[in-house]
């Protein structure tokens, strides 16, 4: 888990020494957005059930995107803001917390006004509460249905960098 966050930001995560034994693990983050996030689109990934989320990072990372992960709209709340980019907000409508994907849209796009989103549920949605620009893509989706939801909505808006 750890290792996977110090990814998200860019960072490198090593363990020194054999475990247990004043075991070191040093991190390392750049000082500015790394190389690979400025040439590969970010997309904000929210959904509270793990087995989703991971085989959704897998098949958006091999599509060349760089994915940052939150687990509901609560922990994105806090991300967001610290992003330096983001191209995509991909989020579940219905999950724990206070903040679901459609109040988590809105205030994504008070900072990021043209961000596009996709709303995702397996749940019926409410009509009329998705943001402009922004698709609903019913679950279970296949990931084809996916990157094609997140291509159109690309051609729709060409960066969406933080305001």
Same mark, same amino acid.
């Given at each position: 888990? /750890? *290792? ?19 075991? *070191? ?7 500015? !957005?790394?190389? /690979?996030? =400025?040439? %590969? ?5 929210? +959904?509270? !059930? &793990?087995?989703? %989320?991971?085989?959704?990072?897998? !098949? @958006?990372?091999? =599509? ?15 991300? #967001? ?22 109040? #988590? ?10 961000? &596009? ?6 749940? $019926? &949605?409410?009509?009329?509460? +998705?943001?402009?620009? $922004?698709?609903?893509? &019913?679950?279970?989706?296949?990931? $084809? ?6 291509? %159109?909505?690309?051609? @729709?808006?060409?960066? $969406?960098?933080?305001?």
């Amino acid at each position: 888990m /750890s *290792r996977r966050v110090v990814h998200q930001f860019g960072g490198t995560i090593q363990l020194d020494g054999a475990f247990g034994l004043r075991a *070191r693990a040093p991190i390392q983050f750049p000082v500015c !957005e790394s190389l /690979s996030m =400025a040439n %590969k689109p970010v997309i904000l990934v929210v +959904e509270d !059930e &793990p087995l989703v %989320k991971d085989a959704l990072v897998l !098949e @958006l990372e091999d =599509a060349g995107f760089e994915v940052v992960t939150a687990d509901n709209g609560d922990q994105a709340s806090y991300i #967001l803001p610290k992003m330096p980019r983001i191209d995509l907000l991909l989020t579940d409508i219905r999950m724990p917390g206070r903040v679901n994907g459609w109040v #988590l849209a809105d205030m994504a796009r008070c900072r990021r006004p043209n961000l &596009p989103v996709i709303y995702t549920s397996g749940f $019926s &949605p409410q009509q009329g509460m +998705e943001v402009e620009d $922004s698709i609903f893509l &019913p679950k279970p989706y296949r990931i $084809s249905d996916m990157l094609k939801a997140i291509a %159109k909505l690309n051609r @729709l808006d060409k960066g $969406s960098d933080a305001a």
